[in-house]
């Protein structure tokens, strides 16, 4: 990259101590970088090293870096300190030449910068502003070094017209550049090597400074991050040294000398400072959305690795499951689910030993325990072999002894409303520094934080279960066949508004092998439509159960919703299909029109229905229609939240339902999912949506069989010689003892009980083998016990027993008694995959 495009600011000139600050002034001064590994062996060296310290790449590579890097000297009047990191306040200054050799050599863990005098192999000495960024992580770099030629830094200023200028901070910048091979892992953990750096300007300053170019200094009066030396302006003789004596005691946690305290408060004062950034931008990073799964990993990854090194997430089971708020204090018999792990050591290496998703008790006396039911952080300053064998003894056939002895932990309970939720444990590598009681304040606020953003995720997914619990306990379970038709459904919750909504289908038997499909819509969202929806369910299933016609039953069913309250409306289609007759009898209130796909030609076509007012409305009039259907003929009925947009005609979704619904597709599941992606890929559904199809298989005239019986007790005799005689004629010679016993029983009651009219007896051969008899009477017959010498209530038990399904219903004239009996699998209607 060609240095010269590249740009600093100078933050001023002072031509004495009373000066007035001069005009910024722009200057462009290479860098050279240099990468140290955990072996104190370069590992990078950049060409701004290679024309700094006049020493080529291929000789730097593999050395140990103070031999190229040697200090022989500091410069008198100059001192570095840290202007933007806490964690630099602590950085060893013994004279800047010491702070730079102990970087080099890994005794200082902290960031540090200065000023120092090194002697280079081409050249003699170099004057040098240097900044030392330890590496902490799994990766084998150890210290990421910068340093410029403090000697051209002076001319640049000089010849920038200010005699004796100097800046008063200066501080490594970096430009956009290509990217390179591991930029990202490091740029990962640049956050923490550069603590008030956000992770995208980490991602720009790997780019810049591995690369293989210039990268730039600039200067700023107010520019203060990363790390920046105070260049050229005079201190006070052995501050210096006070800051390292004040730094080293807090650190041993020991009394700081009187002399000391204004250095330690400002070292304090930057430690709090630094904690408070950490903990906004934790703040910000967390609770982005209330999924809890999210949320959880949110949490994990907001502390690796800045503040600790691995964070294990562990939350009580009934936060896992979505349940209820957790009653009373953890004990050892509580579960706790590990749902986060997140480490900086090598891929996989915690994987096989602690999985996430596994479920475990803690025991008494542990700090796990201590934490968990104090709700009070807990620090281990260091964990000995011996607690490292006591956790161990944890988790059976597997030694995590390795992975935890020697690494300071932080145990930090996630609470929401006093309540253990959950905890967090905290590990950092033995060459971090250990946990301390400012850590400890620090993870309990982070863990604070956490837990209220956990429990708004938890209280919003138990809410969402209940919702989805409620609206499918309200929704009916409908078989995929029924006598004549082919059934299949979908339910879409809304996605803006609520998931609990007011659509609901449903299907129910009726007598001489016909079915009623209805699809409903209440207006409206939330609990109160899904009570309403259910109630109007539970009316249709009782007034299709009377057989009642469809315009007859929207007329009830406005009645009964009359009664109920006038505070909601809502529409229903109401459909009775006859596979024998090979007839729709339908009636609307309200609803949007459904569609026929047409089995002989594939064409489809909204039905012309009579559109009716909205349950609810009352004293309006209901209409019916009959329409004639072939065998492979669909009927596609659905809510408006399935054709209905925002600012788009209705009529635009009711021509792309019949387009869609006319696809052919494998099976009717198939089917349904084709609609649903047409209409769905128009984008802006915010309403709940109900979907059913049913494909019209219709039944032969020749499989039904129908006899008209009189009131006369003989004729029990003939309706069982009648059925023994079909069942021969449709080769099921195997179910004619067990139709005729049971027929006979039905027929016998039947003409025991009727009034005036005829006994009718029907046989429908369908799926099943189903026998109705119809009378006038409209009471129901009901299983009795029965003793040993009782002479009645036998007939139904026999029915019962030997019945693959047996009922009885109302209807308009009387009532209708059936059975069902299973037939032999090569009599059985094909099931017929295809959808159209």
């Known amino acids: 990259m060609d240095h010269g495009t590249e740009r600093g600011t100078s933050g001023g000139h002072r031509a004495g101590p009373d000066a007035v600050p001069a005009d910024p002034v722009t200057?462009?001064?290479?860098?050279?970088?240099?990468?140290?590994?955990?072996?104190?062996?370069?590992?990078?060296?950049?060409?701004?090293?290679?024309?700094?310290?006049g020493l080529p790449k291929e000789a730097a590579i593999g050395r140990p870096a103070p031999d190229l890097l040697p200090v022989s000297g500091v410069l008198p009047g100059d001192g570095g300190e840290d202007c933007g990191s806490a964690h630099a306040a602590y950085a060893e200054h013994d004279g800047l030449g010491p702070g730079l050799e102990s970087s080099l050599d890994g005794r200082?863990?902290?960031?540090?910068?200065?000023?120092?005098?090194?002697?280079?192999?081409?050249?003699?000495?170099?004057?040098?502003?240097?900044?030392?960024?330890?590496?902490?992580?799994?990766?084998?770099?150890?210290?990421?070094?910068?340093?410029?030629?403090?000697?051209?830094?002076?001319?640049?200023?000089?010849?920038?017209?200010?005699?004796?200028?100097?800046?008063?901070?200066?501080?490594?910048?970096?430009?956009?550049?290509?990217?390179?091979?591991?930029?990202?892992?490091?740029?990962?953990?640049?956050?923490?090597?550069?603590?008030?750096?956000?992770?995208?300007?980490?991602?720009?300053?790997?780019?810049?400074?591995?690369?293989?170019?210039?990268?730039?200094?600039?200067?700023?009066?107010?520019?203060?991050?990363?790390?920046?030396?105070?260049?050229?302006?005079?201190?006070?003789?052995?501050?210096?040294?006070?800051?390292?004596?004040?730094?080293?005691?807090?650190?041993?946690?020991?009394?700081?000398?009187?002399?000391?305290?204004?250095?330690?408060?400002?070292?304090?004062?930057?430690?709090?400072?630094?904690?408070?950034?950490?903990?906004?931008?934790?703040?910000?990073?967390?609770?982005t959305s209330l999924d809890l799964s999210r949320t959880i990993v949110e949490v994990s990854r907001a502390v690796v690795p800045r503040f600790t090194d691995v964070a294990g997430t562990y939350l009580r089971e009934q936060v896992v499951a979505g349940e209820g708020f957790p009653d009373g204090v953890p004990d050892t018999t509580t579960m706790w689910h590990r749902v986060a792990l997140e480490h900086t050591d090598e891929p996989g290496r915690w994987d096989d030993v602690v999985p996430?998703?596994?479920?475990?008790?803690?025991?008494?006396?542990?700090?796990?325990?201590?934490?968990?039911?104090?709700?009070?952080?807990?620090?281990?300053?260091?964990?000995?072999?011996?607690?490292?064998?006591?956790?161990?003894?944890?988790?059976?056939?597997?030694?995590?002894?390795?992975?935890?002895?020697?690494?300071?932990?932080?145990?930090?309970?996630?609470?929401?409303?006093?309540?253990?939720?959950?905890f967090m444990i905290l590990l950092r590598h033995p060459e971090r520094p250990v946990f301390n009681d400012m850590d400890r304040?620090?993870?309990?606020?982070?863990?604070?934080?956490?837990?209220?953003?956990?429990?708004?995720?938890?209280?919003?997914?138990?809410?969402?279960?209940?919702?989805?619990?409620?609206?499918?306990?309200?929704?009916?379970?409908?078989?995929?066949?029924?006598?004549?038709?082919?059934?299949?459904?979908?339910?879409?919750?809304g996605t803006l508004l609520g998931r609990v909504g007011g659509d609901w289908f449903d299907s129910v038997k009726l007598p001489g092998a016909r079915t009623a499909l209805v699809v409903g819509d209440v207006m409206g969202h939330g609990l109160n439509s899904a009570a309403m929806m259910g109630q109007l369910r539970t009316a249709v299933q009782t007034l299709a159960?009377?057989?009642?016609?469809?315009?007859?039953?929207?007329?009830?069913?406005?009645?009964?919703?009359?009664?109920?309250?006038?505070?909601?409306?809502?529409?229903?289609?109401?459909?009775?299909?006859?596979?024998?007759?090979?007839?729709?009898?339908?009636?609307?209130?309200?609803?949007?029109?459904?569609?026929?796909?047409?089995a002989e030609d594939g064409v489809s076509e909204l039905i012309d229905l009579p559109t009716g007012a909205p349950i609810g409305v009352g004293c309006v009039p209901f209409e019916s229609v009959r329409v004639p259907v072939a065998p492979g003929d669909r009927l596609?009925?659905?809510?408006?939240?399935?054709?209905?947009?925002?600012?788009?005609?209705?009529?635009?979704?009711?021509?792309?339902?019949?387009e869609s619904a006319a696809h052919p597709a494998a099976s009717m599941d198939d089917a349904c999912d084709g609609i649903i992606r047409a209409l769905g890929a128009r984008g802006g559904r915010k309403d709940d949506?109900?979907?059913?199809?049913?494909?019209?298989?219709?039944?032969?005239?020749?499989?039904?069989?129908?006899?008209?019986?009189?009131?006369?007790?003989?004729?029990?005799?003939?309706?069982?010689?009648?059925?023994?005689?079909?069942?021969?004629?449709?080769g099921l010679p195997r179910l004619a003892d067990t139709a005729e016993l049971l027929a006979g029983e039905l027929v016998t009651n039947a003409l025991r009980h009727s009034h005036a009219a005829p006994v009718e007896l029907r046989l429908v051969r369908a799926d099943t083998l189903l026998c109705e008899v119809?009378?006038?009477?409209?009471?129901?017959?009901?299983?009795?016990?029965?003793?040993?010498?009782?002479?009645?209530?036998?007939?139904?038990?026999?029915?019962?027993?030997?019945?693959?399904?047996?009922?009885?219903?109302?209807?308009?004239?009387?009532?209708t008694v059936w059975f069902e009996l299973t037939l032999p699998a090569r009599h059985r209607r094909g099931r017929g995959a295809a959808a159209g």
């Open 545 to 598: 159960g009377l057989d009642l016609p469809p315009a007859r039953l929207l007329r009830h069913l406005d009645d009964l919703a009359h009664r109920l309250g006038d505070t909601h409306l809502a529409t229903c289609l109401y459909a009775v299909y006859d596979p024998v007759a090979g007839e729709l009898h339908l009636a609307n209130a309200g609803h949007i029109p459904p569609v026929l796909v047409r």
């Open 636 to 658: 596609v009925m659905c809510t408006d939240g399935l054709v209905e947009m925002r600012g788009e005609d209705i009529g635009v979704g009711l021509a792309t339902l019949c």
């Open 27 to 53: 200057g462009r001064v290479p860098l050279a970088v240099v990468v140290v590994d955990r072996e104190g062996l370069v590992s990078h060296w950049s060409r701004g090293a290679r024309r700094l310290f």
């Open 441 to 493: 304040v620090t993870g309990a606020e982070l863990a604070a934080r956490a837990g209220l953003v956990l429990d708004n995720a938890r209280m919003y997914t138990h809410q969402e279960n209940v919702a989805e619990t409620l609206q499918d306990s309200m929704l009916p379970r409908i078989p995929a066949r029924m006598t004549g038709c082919d059934i299949a459904t979908r339910y879409l919750p």
């Open 689 to 730: 949506v109900a979907l059913l199809m049913a494909r019209l298989t219709g039944i032969e005239p020749d499989s039904v069989a129908e006899w008209r019986l009189a009131r006369d007790p003989a004729e029990a005799g003939r309706a069982r010689a009648a059925v023994r005689e079909q069942l021969h004629d449709w």
């Open 108 to 287: 200082s863990s902290y960031p540090a910068a200065g000023r120092a005098r090194l002697t280079v192999p081409v050249g003699g000495r170099v004057d040098v502003l240097w900044w030392a960024y330890p590496l902490v992580g799994p990766g084998q770099e150890r210290l990421l070094v910068l340093a410029a030629d403090a000697d051209g830094l002076r001319r640049d200023f000089t010849d920038g017209g200010a005699k004796e200028a100097v800046t008063e901070r200066i501080a490594p910048g970096f430009a956009l550049h290509t990217d390179f091979p591991g930029a990202d892992e490091l740029a990962r953990r640049l956050p923490e090597i550069l603590p008030s750096m956000s992770v995208g300007e980490s991602a720009r300053i790997v780019a810049q400074v591995l690369e293989l170019g210039y990268p730039v200094l600039e200067f700023s009066r107010h520019d203060r991050v990363p790390v920046t030396p105070d260049w050229g302006v005079p201190r006070r003789a052995g501050r210096r040294a006070r800051r390292e004596r004040a730094a080293r005691a807090l650190a041993a946690g020991e009394p700081v000398p009187e002399e000391l305290r204004d250095e330690a408060e400002d070292l304090e004062y930057a430690a709090v400072r630094e904690r408070l950034e950490f903990l906004n931008e934790v703040s910000g990073a967390i609770g």
């Open 774 to 815: 119809d009378d006038d009477d409209h009471d129901l017959p009901a299983l009795k016990s029965v003793g040993p010498d009782d002479e009645a209530g036998r007939g139904l038990r026999v029915v019962s027993t030997l019945a693959r399904e047996w009922g009885a219903g109302r209807t308009e004239s009387g009532k």
């Open 356 to 422: 996430v998703g596994e479920a475990m008790p803690f025991p008494a006396h542990t700090p796990f325990f201590q934490c968990m039911t104090s709700g009070e952080p807990v620090l281990v300053p260091r964990i000995t072999e011996e607690m490292g064998h006591a956790v161990a003894s944890q988790f059976e056939k597997r030694d995590i002894r390795p992975l935890i002895t020697g690494r300071s932990m932080l145990l930090v309970p996630l609470k929401a409303r006093n309540v253990v939720l959950g």
